[in-house]
């Protein structure tokens, strides 16, 4: 029995008691019940931030380790027959480690933003800010967050390769550097476009005008 | 398995293989060898080399099949450190390549038996990549069936003998018969085992398997003229899962010459420039030698990717080619004859 198979088997049961749920309360005209409005009005803003700085870090951790085990596993490989390499492909590491760097400073960013307000509050207005702030919080850390996943593996599987490229010949070594640096870009193009995503964040109860 | 997933496992033996690659000798390498003079000389070459000082330790006349021996065992050290680090189901990729090594042995000591020749006389003669626990008890068997229930049902070979136990003794032509129909049923079972891994495995591994059995499908079909061969026994030994099957197997089982042999690979465009200007007059390359060629061109394009299983394959390959390489050149400079020094088959 495959993984993929036994996954596949828990999806479908839960398909089926979703969809026979929900047919459930359509047909016995209990639709109502089904409320998405209650639950986004009901959860504060807490959860979806914390939520978000939670995704931010961790997503980009798991992106910086795959890469650093893809590329240091090559690496170790490599350095068997071609000692010279080790010292400089140690470069693939440090971009790898990069992209655990930038989900932790978005996740900084974000918790420093965090503030406490009243929630009994009747103006609409800081009720609102709120809100958005949360919002924008998970939108941020799920930007950065996966963005960070696959720029490590995509960093890592450049790294490995560029290891057993310059185990062979040191001359490419450089070259493939240039194809890691543009894959590490991209994890600084969701950081950029997260610190778009919070930088009107305002939140607590003295939200000015 | 693929290229996410593989290095977490993989990933350190197949850079140590490509490492083992990069210690394929070379062209300057081959030219410094063609020109010794004396097997020292040669000694001498392969010691700056990734060999090293592998015959350092033999007594002073070298011979070349001492130096054949200690390349075949720097070869299986290695191969076997891969093996012995190696987890699922690279090690079963691994041994699958083993049996190969394994059936050859098996005939091996089949042969000698019943030549009479003692077992223990035997067994250093056996490649050290197939060797396996019942190795010493082959003699005790005089027909197929007992060499089965004897020896062969607890070794990785058993299935493969379901299709040539028949109650003839074991004789000289059953031999070969007993090879090929092993050898046969031994490549399908890899290239099953290739499909089911998936990725760049399948891709690099089932083209080198299917230009195995090719080869062998024409190498048997050319070496039955003449013999008490039939046609449908010949059919039978060839191997299914090359390009050939099944209209090029069908036509080569109808063969009863080499020029019909020829028209059957001028159907296909990878064998047709094999065919053409093979033989075996002075300046041809003899078609055994262009198969080596294209096998040796297949085996450096199972490294041009990454992250597949192909590259433990090609680099034994590779290096088998190149023990056979280094042993042509020993020969010619021993026997002082260097007329024809230049016909090994460069690999890089």
């Known amino acids: ?209 | 398995m693929n290229s996410v997933n593989f290095n977490i496992n993989f990933g350190y033996l197949e850079g140590l293989c490509r490492g083992f690659k990069g210690g394929i000798l070379k062209q300057t390498d081959y030219i410094n060898l063609v020109q010794c003079e004396i097997l020292e000389d040669l000694k001498l070459h392969l010691q700056s080399t990734d060999y090293g000082s592998f015959l350092a330790n033999e007594p002073s006349p070298l011979s070349v099949s001492v130096i054949d021996d200690k390349l075949k065992e720097k070869l299986v050290i290695e191969f076997q450190h891969m093996r012995i680090h190696s987890v699922e189901p690279l090690s079963t990729f691994l041994d699958f390549i083993t049996y190969g090594y394994m059936i050859d042995n098996i005939i091996l000591l089949i042969t000698g038996t019943l030549h009479q020749r003692d077992i223990r006389e035997l067994i250093p003669k056996c490649h050290p990549l197939g060797s396996f626990e019942q190795m010493e008890a082959i003699h005790i068997a005089n027909t197929p069936a007992e060499l089965y229930n004897a020896v062969l049902v607890d070794t990785p070979l058993a299935p493969y003998f379901m299709d040539c136990i028949s109650e003839q003794d074991l004789d000289e032509m059953n031999i070969e018969i007993i090879r090929n129909t092993l050898y046969k049923a031994y490549l399908e079972d890899f290239y099953k085992f290739c499909s089911t891994i998936g990725g760049s495995t399948t891709e690099v591994m089932c083209e080198a398997l299917a230009f195995e059995a090719d080869r062998r499908a024409f190498i048997i079909t050319i070496n039955s003229f003449g013999t008490e061969l039939t046609k449908d026994d010949r059919a039978k030994l060839y191997p299914r899962c090359g390009k050939l099957h099944p209209d090029g197997l069908a036509k080569l089982a109808q063969a009863d010459e080499y020029e019909q042999v020829k028209v059957v690979a001028d159907y296909y465009g990878e064998y047709k420039p094999l065919f053409d200007g093979a033989g075996t007059g002075p300046g041809e390359k003899t078609l055994e030698d262009r198969f080596f060629e294209k096998e040796v061109k297949i085996m450096m394009s199972a490294f041009m990717q990454q992250f597949h299983f192909g590259v433990f394959y090609a680099y034994l390959k590779l290096k088998e080619q190149e023990c056979r390489n280094i042993i042509w050149i020993s020969e010619c400079v021993a026997q002082k004859h260097k007329a024809k020094i230049d016909s090994y088959i460069p690999i890089f």
């Open chain 1, 1 to 209: 029995m495959s993984y993929g198979s036994m996954y596949g088997g828990v999806l479908g049961i839960f398909l089926t008691i979703w969809t026979i749920t929900g047919l459930y309360y359509i047909l016995s005209g209990q639709g109502y019940r089904y409320d998405i409005g209650w639950f986004l009005e009901q959860t504060p803003p807490y959860m979806w931030a914390n939520i978000g700085i939670g995704l931010a870090i961790s997503l980009s951790v798991v992106g910086a380790a795959w890469g650093i085990l893809t590329t240091g596993a090559s690496i170790i490989g490599g350095g068997v027959k071609a000692p010279r390499i080790k010292t400089k492909n140690l470069i693939s590491i440090i971009f790898c480690e990069a992209v655990a760097i930038y989900g932790i400073i978005l996740a900084i960013v974000i918790s420093n933003l965090l503030e406490k307000y009243d929630e009994t509050t009747t103006n609409i207005k800081i009720k609102q800010y709120n809100y958005y702030s949360g919002y924008a919080m998970f939108g941020a850390g799920l930007t950065v967050g996966i963005s960070n996943l696959v720029c490590g593996i995509s960093v890592g599987i450049v790294g490995s390769g560029a290891a057993l490229a310059d185990a062979q010949n040191s001359s490419l070594f450089v070259k493939i550097l240039i194809v890691e640096i543009f894959a590490s870009a991209i994890g600084l193009f969701g950081v950029i476009v997260g610190i778009l995503q919070i930088s009107k964040v305002k939140m607590g109860d003295k939200v000015a005008d």
